[in-house]
Every structure is written in structure tokens, then in C-alpha cells.
């Protein structure tokens, strides 16, 4: 039997080696198709957004790695490539992680880049993807994160079969040039940019090609990806279950993929998710799960915006590491369904705030990251450095 | 090149051979949690059921099979068994096809049947299915169908990953009891009667299990069990690219599971899928895909409502017969996205009911199988015949 | 400015005087269109459920008013009629409060009630509301609740706007009938029992006939009866500026109409309900805005289930009145996005378990009511002395 | 009794005096948040849109009027102001409709325009209102239509109440500039571009302040913008009810609001909406309807796009116009559930092409316009002639 001192201190350890990777983009200008709104001091190439991005790992602890997304990240070799990335990113005391492919922003793509029904811009795009690899092995990263924007916008426009034939010879084509310690991590994705069909539109499709590629292949779950009421726990699970779950972005929705911060339009989903994970042992350091945030702070603060999603996930981690699960496990064996309910309910009703002040603390952070951040002075330092030049948003 | 001439042939011999199997529980009452009206006329029994079901193959000749749902068509084995059943089929000049097993009516199901924590109560329904399979050998049928209705209400009720090692292990059981030519074909559904999670709520779920079992284990799409939005058109393309589609269970939706006749609903969704259908070459008889309705008619005449049903998948099926495929392809590789989208189109705009017409009266059926059934007097001789007894309904 | 401690007096005050009003049938037999399962104790007539709602009350304090649903709530008046049932609510501790109508389970209202096409359905529904004001009479009832059940479930079933109109008639005839202290409040739901259109499907039907109808017409929101994604406070907010919010149902749904406990998928959004009503000042007693339950335990126990249901809402209700509103507003009108969205979480993020167990020991009644309740023997008395006789259920 | 001769003449006499209104962004480019992809020979001015707009006229026949958005298609005074523009579409055979307020492109606009918190910012929004009322007196046109995109992306960011009340407040001053002949036409929209709350959310919300303002304020439907699984149609049927359907915003969607071609993803939705508009008696030019499209052509030509569209609102509208009405009433009012869904479905199961294609020629119009543009070399002209210069798109 466990005591509720053993599941605080258990979730003290497991705390203090969580960590949470953030995007490169999120600290660039993002919006909707009809505005991106510009904020004084945002980054105008990847060097000031992997500063951005330190900030929230000097605040938090929790987040020393930046992922970024290829070609917006790229640094012109002239200048000496991907190395002053890499170096300044260590300067930073953060390290580059995953790498994401960009297929959605060459006029070439429009109809489709890996399923497109021209074999030149499948080539176009499958080189893409090389080249991405190339940047791994440039950065040290280990993850080639493959969201696929492809799709139709109207029935008939193209024939989904063949597009899933394209899409399945293309990935193999990338997975031949991984590396033995590389991974593929496939994202699916309910709708958008594209309103009939997306080629990899939910995780069945996502794991069937997986399963195809073979073991270095794994299914990524973005939050923000599902059919309204899906329950992504169960996903989470499901994936769990057949060794399959490579990686999270994590964000928030209330509607489509509205990619607000995480844990802010459904804290109880959130906590349900980080609850599987625990349930799944999948928490710890080599679990192959990579926890990412993906995000886009239209109206708020980016740097901040980040921290408090960090803190977010920090909190309903805590939470789901306080479930008493002997008992629980007992009630549910049971039947005893108002008892089960109600001790999963004990650990979310549960103030986490303390016990993550504490955490932090002992490891000699702020207890309150957003507001240390906020007194820093950062803010205003970048707004009146940054002036001039082309701000950071979702493009070059 | 196929002329339009050409493709009306093929169109008009595919559709000749073209065979939709009914529920027996469609002739019984139905109806929501709130109330279930009772009709005139209503079968009381088995034998009834199917003689209203063989009223529908005598009006559209496409009809000559019959699922039944175990227990509720079960008949007493010291009246002969269903033996007495089948023979009253083949008089009616119907068949028996699916067996559906039935595990929610039980008062031991409440937590579960196949996925319950109860070790006793997950043998007492592996026995159902495993009694299925000897009414299956006693009725020739070669298709079980599972439609698993377990699920949870509340998060922590029970562990859903335990739930889905034990559905495996209590799917294996029952698989190991199959003939070398009997299938199970595995029912997926969003939501209802739980309303936390489902055991096999998408698509993915139910694959990986058929996956696990066997060649013996194929997906069933029921249209009407999918989140809001969801394209079943691609999961149906999906699945026969998996070579995993076994069945569908045709029935039609605006918000939750409806269960209102075939095409009702969204009528141009029936073409869709039905476009997928004649473009993976799965109409053809042998393509071990079996076309099936599952439906309730609440507040309509329940024969007349099947007929109606079996019209609009035919009418559906005779504009995706009609596509030109040959210039959709062209137009799909060419990228002319309108001219795409048009082709598709003029086969949806297309008023398919001469051709129809056409297609019954070249076999001796009447044009409008609708308006030939209502003259016939069937439902005044059933409601005057069908005095007293209990009105066959969702029960036994 | 008020302070954090002025704040936690204001909210122990308030919360001591929040009442909430139990639904008789939640204590009845509940289940969905597959199946009832029947629970051993359950009510078998209103004097018991009466009872059983009693029992909330005496271990929360805050449930004194029990809703009645006619005609499954009526008492024979050869036995003394409805006086009897008054009587016994006052020996229990409770009173009687809204009274319901049920307009969905007589046969002639298959195809509508209030809407039906044929004006001797539309008399038999308006009579039957008539009757329900009798009842209000003779039990002290001040609110007439009415929901709806109308619809059609095919397009061209019947005409929507006709139905309106027929709609409107009756409401009047009905509105007509009250006395002066009486009120209609109108309820609306998205889908279900039907499933094509509803007559009353969202808050602006409703509104547009109350409006209609005069000052003693309000609306009823039950969370549970939006489209997926709705914001719900948005409408609280909306309806409370119109001074037309008349009462709550709570429940709470992942999907469809699940009328699972308040508060148990969505905590967060029931906070944020009740952060409106704090906002608007419709918490205190004599707002006009009737506080109830309306939910199903398909599952779970019944009577541990309200008093759950009860604390949760008790629950969300503290943790609005502990926002800080002054610092939210001025966050508010400095457009500054993560503080004000941080000055709600943080209200959010607090365990006001220990606040509202203070609150319950002032008042001499148990911190933990579920607790309370699940030793006080109850369930085991009923279950041994209830044997015999039909349990309760939606039905008569 | 009208027979099916006198419904076909009817049809075509109500066809041949149908418009349809363009709006003059759906001729620039568009696209998502992702990506907008370049159109050669996508206009540069607004004088290339409405050339382009009246391609669509001089095929169609049915859409001579073309909608402005300000600024977007503001003229520089110093070049003769909006007139040289009015008389640019006389030459082309069309008129300036509807002018369309964007407030959602100013970085002012952050955080709301006629709701912000900053009254300075309100009043910008009001001014620039009030300018738009000029372009109207300028260019002949009587609605104002006002899509409010203001909202909030996160619980707490603003007050809901409060917003209202400055919804209401600059919206009156607005209504205050009305010349007696013009209207203000009011859009709600579910979600986007803010993903918490909009403050115009749905149609109630737009009503009640049309309600608040006076008889020269309308409710603008948008098919795009419902929560999902929302019945337009009787959205449709209650707005004329209450005599304030000011206007539509045509298109289609599969997810959210995706701007598609109207009656490309639900072609059945919309003749069901057109029916509610025949049956309401609001085809006839002077019902105060304005019929518009709303679209977006990501990924396909956008003049025949306008011109695809215009015929699927005309096949809607023709099939609307074949119901058997007297057959419908009677089948309704006795409760016949499948022949009066079998009237409906009997008018849309109709192939109306031929019908339009004898309008259109009857009046010296190509039968097909969509056939007869592509083969006009208008495309091949324009992708010659627009060279250099900015293509017009969602910006100045």
C-alpha cells in the first residue's frame, strides 16, 4: 500500500525530470487567415527565438529543448550553418530537438506534397524530407516530425486511394534514409488546411502507415487534432497499448485546431491525458514519448504564453501522479463506480500549486516562473532591442 | 474509353446484382430512452419478422437476406429450433445472413460484457457468442457480427487499457470457436449507450483487434457511429486498402447515432460512399462486403421505411455506377480541381429512378417498389391478422 | 479592494444559502433506448422518492426542493391526492418545487404535442398542462417547467414553420391559465427524442416565444441540450442581460444529451456557468434563477450521485465567488490577456474542499456528505425494506 | 390543384428573376492561416474584381450585383473616388450591392472593434462604420452588412456582460447614421478568428440586438458559421417568421467555416434551405432577402468557382421550386410520415439542369455558363494581361 506521502514523493522525482519541448515558431507572430496580429519584440530569425525559448527553460526547469521547423529555421550555410544554431542554442543552456519538415508553404504544394498526383512534387517534397535529415544529423536531433497538410477540398478533386498509395511510397522513400538511432514521428490531423479529405486524418490512418514503415515509426498525438467530443485519452491508451505514441504537441482547443495554450480550455482533459501517461509508465525520461508543445499566441505574450503552458502540463502532471491507484484500481475491480469516479476526482480537486512551488524550488527555480519572467525585464529589453529588421511569424 | 451508353450497362447489370440484407429488429417497434410507439401490425415473433422482411425482397428483389439479433430471434428448440425458422425463411423466399449477438440487455452487462472486470461476467458473454456461433451453424449464416456496446460513464470508472487486454483476450476465445469459413465481422460506435468511452469507438480500435485475430476478422462500418464531421468516405476507402471492410450497417444521422432510413440524412454522403465502393471494385458479389441496413423506423411504417431504404442505397449506388471515371481520373491527374469535382457531380445530379425503373422491370419487379407495396394491402391484412401477443420491439 | 480573507467570508456567506432542486426521477430507474438496468432499493411510488431526495438534503443542506414530473409524480386522489405527498415532503425536511410536464410518452403524441398537426392532440397536450397548474396549486409549485419533447425526425415530415405557429397558440392558451405569482420557464435542446428538427432546438427559440408570451415567461438552460462546442456561459451571460433566465438544468455530457452527473465531464465549464452567475448576481435567492439538477445514474447509485452532484456544483459555485474581481477587471481593461485569463485559473486552481467543508460544520451538518451518506446505513434499509412492487423508472 | 406543368412554369418564371449577389474578394486570392496560394491572373484592383465579377453575370445572367469590403476596395480619392468605380461596373453590366465594414485587419483591432475595451478604439470602429454609410451614399448602396469578428481566445480575458453592453452602445451609434432607406445587416458566426467566445455567436444574440435597434436592422445567415449539426433550415424559417432575414452569406463547409463552393459539401442542406425560402414566400426579388455568396477558392479558379456556385444555388433553388406543395400540406397534416418525406425528396431526386439550361437560353444565356466561360479565353486573357503589380487577396 502506498501512502499519500509515498505519491507525493514519487511525484517530486517525477516531476523534476519532466521536461517539455517548445516550438521555435510559437515565439514568431502566428494569427488566423484573416489577421496576424505583430508584437513588439518578437524574434526576426531562429537565434532570437531559441533566446525566447531559454527563457522559459531558465524559469521552469522543464524545458530544454526546441524543436524547429524546416525551412523556417534554416540558417544560410555561408554563415556557417546549423553549427552557430547548435552552439548558440548550448550557450543558451537548450539543446535543438525534433525536426519538423514544412510542406505546406512552397506554391508547388497546393495540391498535395508527398500524395500531390505529380510525381515531380512528390520528388520535390520526399527531398524535402532528406534534407530535414540532413539537418538532424547536423543538430543532433533524433526525431523527423512529418505533419502532413495534404488533402482536397472538394469531392471528387482527387482519388483518396491513390493519394494514400503516393503517400505510403513517399514515406518509405523517407524512412530508407533514416539513420538506425533516427525516428519518423507521424502526426494526423481531423481537418485543415484542407475541408473535404486530409490524407492522414485521424491515428488509425496515422498507425496503419506506421506499421508499414516498421519500428522507427511512430504515431504523434497533437491535442488539438480530433472530431469535436473525441476522447483523446483513450487514444492515448490505445497507442500505449501497441507501443506506438512517439511524441505530444500539446495545445488547446474549443472549437477546430485552435491551438491555444495547453490545459487552457480543458484542464480536466489535460489531466485525463497525463493520467493515461502515467497509468502507461510512460512518464519517464526513456519512455520514447516526446512531450511537445504546439502553440500559436495570437492575442497574448509569446514567452510567457509558453510558461504558463509549461506550468499547465507540470500541473496536470502532478495531479495524475497523486491518483491513489491501488485504490482506485480496487474500486474499479469493484464496480464501485461513484468510489472510482471520485478518487480520480480527489487527485484533480487537489491545489498542485504548492507542490510544484516546492518541486521547483529544491532545484533552486522560481516557485512562480510566470511571474519571475515577468519581473525579469525581458520583455522590455527585447522590444526596445529588436527593432528593425522582419519579425518571425509562420513564413520564412 | 467507356461511352455513357457503356457505363449505363454496366451500371444496370451491377445494379441487377446488387443485394442489401435487413435487420429482423427493423420490423419491431423502436424508439429513443424517451418512449417506444407502438405500431399496428407489428410482428410478434420471428416467424412475423421475417415474413414483413420478405414483403421487401418481393418489392425490390434486392433483399434476400435477413440478420437476426440472438437472443431476441432465438425460437424455442422444443418447437423444432430454428430450424422451423430457416425453413420459413426459404418458404418466404429469404435467407437467414448475419447473426448479431446481443450483449446489452442483460442485467449482467451493466459494467461491461467482454470488457467487464468480472471474470465471470466476461465468460457468461464469451458463451453468448460462442451459443452464436452453433444458431449460425444451425442457419447456414457465416457472418457473426459484434457490435460490442461496453463502455464506461465516468472518467476513473474503470481502466481502459485493462478493459482492452481483456476484450482481446475474450475476442480470441471466441474466434478460436470459428469454422474455417465463418468471419466475425467487429462493429465499431462513438458513443451511446456509454458516454465516457466505448470499448471500440473508432475505426483504429476495431482494426487493431482484426488485425490481432486473424484473416477471419473484418471491420463493420456502421454510418451512423462516428464523431460529428468525420469523412466516412475515407475510412471506407481506408479499410479496402486494409482489405479489412466486411460489412456495412447502412442507416443515416444529423446528430448522434439516428438510426433513420439509409440516405435519408445526407443523401449525397450515400453517393460518396458508394463512389468509394465502385472505385475499390467492392460491389461485385464475391467482394466479401456485405451491404446491410440497420436502422429504426420510430415514427414511420417499418416495411415501406426498409423499402424506401434499399431505393436510396440503389439510387446512390446507380450515380456512383455512373461516374466517368476514365475522364475523373484524367481531370484528378491533370489538378483541374473543378473540372474534377464536376464529373463527380454530373453523376450525383443525375435522376437515377428511370434507370431503376429499368433495372426492376427487366427482372418482373414492379417500377416503384415503394408504391407497389403500399397498394398491396399487406399493411392492413398484418394489422388486422396481428391481434394480442406482445409487439416484437428491442427485447426478447 | 476587497481582500482574499473578505472574499472567503463573502463566499462562505453565499455558499451557506445556495440551494439546489432535485429532479424525483433522478431517483427512479434511468438508462438509455438499449437498456434499463434496475438498481436494488429504487423508489417504487413519489413518497419514496421523495425520501430518498430528503436524504441529500440532510446531508448537504442545500437541496430543500424537490421537482415533480407529471403525470409519473401524481398520487391517486382517492388516496388523499397530491396533499398527502406535500405532507410527506414536510416530514421529510423538503418541499415540493417545480413541477414538470410530461408530454412524451402518451401515444398520441408521436408526432407532437404542443406542435401537432392535428388540434385534438394539441388540445389533449394544452389540457394536460392546465392539469399540471392544478397540481402547482395544490403543492405550492410556482414554476410550470416545460420541455419540449417535439420534433420530427424527416425533412418534410412537417412544416417547421407551421409547427411554430401551432406553437405559439398553445404556449398562449397555457400562459393564459397562470396565476399571477406562476411562472412558464421554457426549455430548449438540440436534438432528441427527435432527430430532424426540434421545435424549440436552441436558447433563441425559446427566448423569441417567452418574449411572446409576457414577463412570466423565462427560459430554462439545461447544459446538457447545446450543439456540440457551444459555449454555454456566453448564453448564460446573454440570457441574464436579457433578464429572461429562468432556471438551470444541471448535468453534465461528452456527447449527446448524457445526463450524467453535473460537474463530472466538464468541471471547468461548469465553473465557468457559475463564474457568469456570480458576474451577473443571479446567485442570490431571490434572483428569479431556479438552481437544478436534471440528470440520469444509469450506473451509479442514485441518491450518492445527487448529493455528489450537488457538491460538485457546490464546488464550482465557491470557486467563482473566490475570483478576484476587482484585479480581473482592471486586467481586463488593460487588455492584458495571460494576467486576466491567470486571475480566473488561479480561482479555478484552488481546492475549496476544505472551504465548503468549513461552511457545512458551521451549519451542523457533515464536512463530507458522499462520506456521510455511504455510512449512514441508508442504502442497506432500503435495499432489504423495498422489495415487491415496480421500481420506479421513466414511466408512469 | 397545381399540376406539375403549372409548378415547371411557375419554376421557370421564378428562376429567371433570381439573383445572387458576389462578393468582390472571392475574385482575389485567399486561403488559410497555413498558406495562401497565388492565382495568375487574380485581379489587382477592384476594378479587375469586378470585371471579373460580371464574367459570372454575363453567363449567368443572375449576378449583377457585387459586394465591396472597406478598405479593401476602397479607390483613392484623388483618382476620382468611388465613382469612377460605380460607373466602371455600369460598363460591365453590374451593380455595386452591399457594402461589407472590416474591422478586422487594423492592429487596433486586437482585441475586439465595437466591443474593445478601449473606448478610443471603439470609436475608430464606429468612424470607420460611419465612412462605410459614405461609401454607400457614393455608390448607391443600401445595406451595411457587419460581420463582428471580435471575441476573445481565452476564459477571463474579457467580461461577456460588458462586451454587450459596448456592442450595443456602437452599434447604436451606427444605426443613428442610417439614411431611412438603408438597413444594417448583422452577421453572427460560431467561431473564428477568436476561439473562446465571438460576441456575435449565433443567431439569437444577432436578433436580440437587430430587436434592440429598430426595424432597419437585419439578421445576415451565413451557412457557414453554426456549431456543427446545427438545422439551418429552421434557423432560416424562424428568421422570417420573425420578419428579420435581412440577408444570406452562401457557401459550404465540411468542418468549420470553410468557405467552400455553396452546395459543393451538402447539396441536399441547401435545397432544404431554399425550400424554407419558397415555402416562406422570400424568393420574390422585393421579400427583402438578399440572396450573396461568401466564399473562398483556395485551391480552385475563382471566376468559374462564382459560376459553379451560382448554378448549385439555382438547382437548389429550382428544386425547391418543383415541390408539390398542396400534395406535401395534405400528407404533413395526416401525419404520413414517408409520403410527405417522399414529396420532399421527390423534387430534390429531380434532375433540374435541363430546366435551367431552357431559362437560361430562353433568355439568350448560354445553357451551360460554366462550359461556355472556360471556353470564352477570358482566363487565358487575364493571365496574360495581369502581369506585375500586387495581387489582390484578404488585404488592402
Known amino acids: 500500500m502506498t501512502t499519500p506521502e509515498q505519491r507525493r514523493q514519487d511525484a517530486v522525482d517525477a516531476l523534476a ?27 526576426r530569425d531562429p ?19 526546441v524543436s524547429l521547423h524546416i525551412p523556417w529555421d534554416l540558417v544560410d550555410d555561408a554563415d556557417g550553418g546549423m553549427e552557430k544554431l547548435v552552439a548558440h542554442a548550448a550557450d543558451e543552456g537548450v539543446a535543438i530537438g525534433t525536426i519538423n519538415s514544412n510542406v505546406f508553404q512552397d506554391d508547388d504544394y497546393k495540391l ?4 500531390n498526383a505529380d510525381p515531380a512534387v512528390r520528388r520535390k517534397a520526399v527531398q524535402h524530407h532528406l534534407r530535414c535529415l540532413d539537418v538532424m544529423r547536423a543538430t543532433g536531433s533524433k526525431d523527423l516530425k512529418i505533419w502532413l497538410p495534404d ?98 504537441d500539446f495545445n488547446s482547443r474549443f472549437y477546430g485546431d485552435d491551438d491555444l495554450m495547453a490545459g487552457a480550455a480543458d484542464p480536466f482533459q489535460l489531466f485525463r491525458i497525463m493520467n493515461e501517461i502515467v497509468r502507461g509508465d510512460a512518464l519517464r525520461p526513456d519512455s520514447g514519448v516526446n512531450f511537445m508543445l504546439d502553440q500559436c499566441h495570437n492575442v497574448e505574450e509569446k514567452v ?37 469516479n471520485g478518487l480520480l476526482m480527489d487527485a484533480y480537486s487537489t491545489d498542485v500549486r504548492p507542490l510544484l512551488a516546492e518541486v521547483r524550488e529544491s532545484r533552486g527555480l522560481p516557485a512562480d516562473p510566470y511571474r519571475a519572467f515577468m519581473a525579469s525585464g525581458y520583455l522590455d529589453r527585447v522590444r526596445s532591442e529588436r527593432v528593425g529588421g522582419t519579425q518571425a511569424g509562420w513564413g520564412a
Open 151 to 248: 488533402g482536397t477540398n472538394y469531392p471528387g478533386q482527387d482519388d483518396i486511394r491513390d493519394r494514400q498509395d503516393r503517400l505510403a511510397e513517399s514515406l518509405a522513400e523517407i524512412y530508407a534514409g533514416l539513420d538506425p538511432d533516427m525516428r519518423i514521428v507521424l502526426e494526423y490531423k481531423f481537418f485543415e488546411p484542407y475541408f473535404y479529405t486530409m490524407d492522414i486524418p485521424d491515428w488509425g490512418t496515422s498507425l496503419l502507415h506506421c506499421l508499414a514503415l516498421g519500428e522507427q515509426a511512430m504515431v504523434v498525438l497533437d491535442t488539438g487534432h480530433h472530431a469535436p467530443g473525441t476522447n483523446i485519452e483513450f487514444i492515448v491508451a490505445q497507442l500505449l497499448r501497441a507501443g506506438r505514441l512517439g511524441a505530444f
Open 17 to 43: 525530470q519532466q521536461t517539455i519541448e517548445l516550438p521555435s515558431w510559437a515565439f514568431g507572430n502566428a494569427g488566423t487567415r484573416f489577421k496576424v496580429f505583430p508584437t513588439a519584440g518578437v524574434p
Open 304 to 340: 510567457p504564453g509558453q510558461i504558463r503552458s509549461v506550468m499547465n502540463v507540470q500541473e496536470a502532471t502532478a495531479k495524475a501522479l497523486l491518483v491513489d491507484r491501488e485504490a482506485l484500481g480496487e474500486a474499479q475491480r469493484s464496480g464501485d463506480v461513484l468510489a472510482a
Open 47 to 65: 537565434f532570437e527565438k531559441i533566446s525566447d525559448a531559454a527563457q522559459v527553460h531558465r524559469h521552469t526547469g522543464a524545458a530544454p529543448r
Open 112 to 115: 498535395g506534397s508527398l500524395t
